[in-house]
């Protein structure tokens, strides 16, 4: 039997987005090209694939068995070809498609555009949500080049590397009238705070680390982004609890105060992650090690040349 192979990757985008609109976005193509590709997946494989349920597309065992082995198969052709090419960054011409958390996106892709710019001018970036699980990003089916920030129990195909941990530190409004050149435990807790609401999983991380050192926090309002922070905290007295290399961001802004925590509040870890196929690509390999260098001298203090 012969088989459309440009029909494989409808199948792998459709078994992440549960949806056609979105799928059809995901690849550029129109909602009825996708719909029309679909339904020549259906009769060629004489399965409906996936089926209509009030909240998405539910795909039959057949498309989750599939869905695994056409992964790995383009897994393995994108190692035989891309593991011959050779890379060079000056005059590479390329679209990656990461999935940042807000941290990252905040503290690490600036200076990651900003090198891109002078040493891979070609090389382009197309950034996606973080949402609230792995699989929304796209980097489990490979869709996705690389998802950036904390990755809670990864699948099998994804490969994790560690990039640096993170402490955390307090920011108010620079003219607070109750607070000074410290913070103490017992003003923290009596202060309102702003929260920043991480995706998914992660939003057990800061509330568990105040419950083990035994401290309490009166949340007054809860954002989706740390963009969101700096003006609430200049016009209320209140306090947010934020990743220190934001704070460092922040610092610089007359109007806010950064401060210790009053307590130690521990780390917590920043990973980037990516599909096996991906593993002995040149150019995402090249990338990765960009990465890795931006994230270690963020992390040391450094400033880059």
Not at 198 to 222: D, N, T
Request: glycine letters at 6%; a neutral charge.
């Amino acid at each position: 039997m012969k088989y459309d192979l440009n029909l494989l990757p409808v199948l792998l985008v459709m078994m992440e987005e549960r949806n056609v609109t979105r799928a059809a976005e995901r690849l550029g193509i129109t909602q009825p090209a996708l719909s029309n590709a679909l339904n020549r997946l259906r009769e060629t494989l004489n399965d409906p694939l996936f089926i209509r349920e009030r909240y998405g597309m539910r795909p039959t065992p057949m498309a989750e068995q599939l869905a695994e082995v056409v992964a790995a198969s383009l897994g393995a052709i994108d190692k035989v070809i891309l593991g011959q090419q050779d890379f060079d960054p000056r005059h590479a011409t390329r679209l990656f498609t990461l999935a940042p958390n807000s941290y990252v996106e905040f503290v690490m892709m600036p200076t990651i555009v900003a090198r891109l710019r002078t040493t891979a001018p070609g090389i382009r970036l197309r950034l996606t949500p973080f949402g609230n699980d792995i699989a929304e990003t796209g980097v489990i089916s490979g869709n996705t080049d690389m998802v950036l920030g904390r990755i809670v129990e990864p699948p099998d195909n994804l490969v994790v590397q560690h990039l640096m941990d993170e402490g955390l530190a307090c920011v108010v409004r620079a003219d607070h009238p109750e607070v000074t050149d410290e913070l103490s435990a017992e003003q923290y807790e009596q202060l309102r705070h702003v929260n920043v609401l991480p995706p998914g999983r992660m939003r057990a991380g800061l509330y568990q680390a105040l419950e083990q050192r035994g401290l309490r926090r009166q949340v007054a309002v809860s954002v989706t982004h740390f963009l969101a922070v700096p003006e609430m905290i200049v016009v209320t007295d209140y306090c947010a609890t934020l990743p220190r290399l934001i704070c460092q961001q922040l610092a610089k802004d007359p109007r806010l105060k950064v401060l210790p925590a009053p307590v130690d509040l521990g780390t917590f870890p920043v990973e980037m992650g990516w599909h096996a196929r991906y593993r002995d690509d040149p150019a995402h390999r090249w990338l990765r090690s960009l990465m890795m260098e931006v994230a270690q001298t963020l992390s040391s203090g450094q400033s880059f040349s």
